[in-house]
């Protein structure tokens, strides 16, 4: 449609190399929306016949609630699209439709608001998983299990703190991605191509009315950045990270080596050939997704490092990547959820290992260091001393109560009196003031959503 009167048809495979209509299935409830708001701005600003604009509003009405018509043609892009839709409809007054607006800034239009919906949805997903991490904690105070360093038992502490290290990491991304939500969730529409329009167009009062009144202000800026994508995109790639780790965790401490976690059956398959297998196949397909987004982000980052200032088409091929990834983002979340929330718990594997490795030696040194007050680094020379002398665990702390006078109670040594330490006392104070920050938080995505548009076909 675009390019008949100056450059005549194209050949099909060209059309189809370059067209985003497929893609565009993705993001056609935003384009609506923002498309609306722009008619009704141009009848505000009696830019246009206020009974053609009605007539246009009318069929983006239609087309919200059944957009397939829109791809059954031969365009570039869902906006030629639309306008070859609407000339059929309406002839010559669908003319009006392009007036004051550019598919480079209604597509960063869009776009903007599509992710914003895809990172509400990873926020109430964050939000939900955490709950279900400090629901479990609640129910393991007092469950001791060793930690790790270099994947070898360090050093005794509780179920509850462990879990509460993953809620602490996840409220660290939920801080973050707030963040890049605020600068997602920015107008650059009457940005036009990229200097604007001459078309009265009032940005303030169309940022208000799809983006709660914040705007992305230089036009040239507005309507080619993709900055607000990449910065997801970063964040993302960070949070899927250290998911995986968590993955991974969960992989190896529910191994029969090991044995600290039963994963639940329907997160689990089994073999072709070996019928006593369980795989713990979820998991493995999140440790994968996990090397997908930081593959998205790199793909992202490789298409915008090279482009010029302003619009260029290489950008459309970036959108499928940034709704992919916050899309996978969003499973992986709901699948760890599911998980955590019908995790099986084998605490007698988990207290086995208190006396199967000499995990205590850490504590004993400084408390024999601070109760004798000799230097500490005397004290850890003759407990490695004696760690080499026994037999086994429970001969070394035998030899050490003997010695030291010190009273070997696993359970007493998880009262380090330093805040964020398995304590008791410290976990509940984590818990109770995390689930008031919930609540908070919740209050929040709640108006953010309220900001959004209304009467999409979805």
Same mark, same amino acid.
């Given at each position: ?37 722009? /008619? ?8 246009? @016949? ?54 480079? *800034?209604? /597509? ?33 105070? *007092? ?40 600068? $997602? ?13 001459? $078309? ?6 169309? =940022? ?61 398959? $089994? ?21 997908? =987004? ?19 088409? *290489? ?76 037999? *086994? ?23 380090? @009196? /330093? ?7 410290? $976990? ?31």
């Amino acid at each position: 449609m675009y390019r008949r009167i100056l450059l005549g048809p194209t050949n099909e495979s060209i059309l189809d190399y370059i067209s985003s209509l497929e893609e565009d299935k993705l993001i056609v409830c935003e384009v609506l929306e923002v498309l609306e708001a722009h /008619v009704n701005e141009l009848k505000d600003s009696n830019s246009i @016949p206020p009974h053609v604009a009605n007539e246009i509003i009318s069929e983006i009405r239609i087309l919200k609630s059944d957009p397939s018509p829109l791809f059954s043609t031969s365009s570039e892009d869902v906006h030629e699209s639309i306008e070859l839709y609407m000339r059929n409809k309406l002839g010559d007054k669908a003319g009006y439709l392009a007036l004051g607006r550019s598919r480079n *800034d209604h /597509v960063a239009a869009a776009l903007r608001l599509k992710l914003s919906r895809l990172v509400l949805e990873e926020l109430r997903v964050l939000i939900s998983l955490r709950r279900s991490l400090l629901s479990m904690a609640k129910n393991y105070l *007092d469950t001791l299990i060793p930690l790790y360093t270099h994947f070898y038992p360090a050093q005794l502490s509780t179920l509850a703190h462990y879990l509460l290290y993953i809620d602490e990491m996840l409220s660290t991304y939920v801080e973050a991605i707030l963040k890049v939500l605020e600068l $997602t969730f920015k107008s650059p529409l009457g940005s036009g191509p990229v200097a604007g329009v001459m $078309t009265p167009i009032n940005r303030e009062r169309l =940022a208000s009315i799809l983006f709660g009144g914040k705007l992305v202000y230089n036009t040239l800026y507005a309507s080619s950045s993709r900055d607000f994508m990449l910065l997801l995109l970063a964040i993302n790639a960070s949070l899927m990270t250290s998911i995986s780790r968590i993955v991974e965790d969960l992989i190896l401490l529910s191994t029969p080596y090991i044995g600290f976690f039963i994963l639940p059956s329907e997160h689990l398959s $089994t073999s072709s050939i070996m019928p006593h297998k369980r795989n713990p196949v979820t998991l493995e397909v999140a440790r994968a997704k996990a090397g997908e =987004a930081i593959g998205n982000f790199v793909v992202v980052a490789s298409i915008l490092k090279g482009l010029p200032s302003g619009y260029n088409l *290489d950008l459309q091929e970036a959108n499928i990547y940034a709704i992919r990834a916050l899309s996978d983002t969003i499973n992986t979340l709901n699948m760890l959820n599911d998980i955590i929330a019908k995790l099986r718990v084998n605490t007698e594997a988990m207290a086995r290992d208190i006396y199967t490795y000499p995990i205590l030696a850490p504590d004993i040194v400084e408390l024999v260091a601070l109760k004798t007050g000799r230097p500490f680094r005397i004290i850890y020379e003759e407990i490695a001393i004696l760690i080499g002398e026994c037999r *086994d665990t429970r001969e070394f702390y035998t030899k050490v109560s003997e010695k030291y006078g010190i009273s070997i109670e696993p359970l007493n040594f998880i009262e380090r @009196p /330093v805040s964020g330490s398995p304590s008791i006392s410290s $976990t509940i104070k984590y818990i109770e003031e995390s689930e008031g920050s919930l609540g908070v938080l919740e209050l929040k995505l709640e108006s953010i959503n309220a900001m959004l548009p209304r009467g999409c076909y979805k």
